[in-house]
């Protein structure tokens, strides 16, 4: 298991293999990566700025990955985010769960993004073309949290 | 003494990152640390938007969660990474 807060750029397809590690138990790797995209809210977007609270941005992670282990049957689950500065088609985050059997791989790896999407302490600041944003937070990724609520 | 920070969106309406203040037993809770802050007026106003979130030691809570001295606080806008 590991959790990764980083300016430097990663390769999915490297952390994807990663996740395999040559342990022969593992039958399901899911992996979630999510891009900055050039356009959002109406206006293209030239780059972005990502905020965190260091410290706090580590033990919010790590409690979330603690709740997909204990609700699933992980042999591992790693969380890997980015903030600094980001141009458009750059990966800003990266989930990738490794299970037995599919459906907890897919599950672990959804509930890790929705929680990380309300829960961890990273805010994105876009350059628009009428200057700099701070980017809202969406009815919908509250929504999409709720749900893994028993 | 308690230590506060302020993030994002609130730290640049603020202007400052953080700040101490001295702890009372007035500051039971995180709302009373943010009553206080709000009687400042003006920016401080930010502090009483619906969706705001906050921390005690570095971990999420409610605006109801308890305060001691040495407590380290904060404040900020709805997360939005990944």
Known sequence: MSVRVQQAPFDPGV??????????????????????RDFNDGQEVAGMFLEHAPGMTEK????????????????????LHRVGT????????FVGAASAHRDAAFDACRFVMDYLKTRAPFWKKETTPEGPRWVDGRDSDQTAADRWKA | MISIQYFARYREALGIDGERLEWDASLACVDDVRQRLLARGGEWR???????????????????????????????????GG
């Open chain 1, 15 to 36: 952390e994807l293999n990663a996740l395999h590690a040559a342990n022969l138990g593992i039958g399901a790797v899911a992996g979630f990566v999510g891009y900055v």
């Open chain 1, 60 to 79: 919010a992670l790590a409690k979330i990955v603690e709740e997909a282990e204990q609700r699933w049957p992980l042999l591992r689950l790693d969380v």
């Open chain 1, 86 to 93: 980001l141009e458009p088609g750059e990966p800003i985050v």
């Open chain 2, 46 to 80: 930010v502090l009483g938007e619906q969706n705001l979130m906050c921390a005690r030691n570095q971990e999420l809570c409610g605006l109801d969660e308890a305060v001691a001295d040495g407590d380290e606080v904060a404040f900020f806008p709805t997360v939005t």
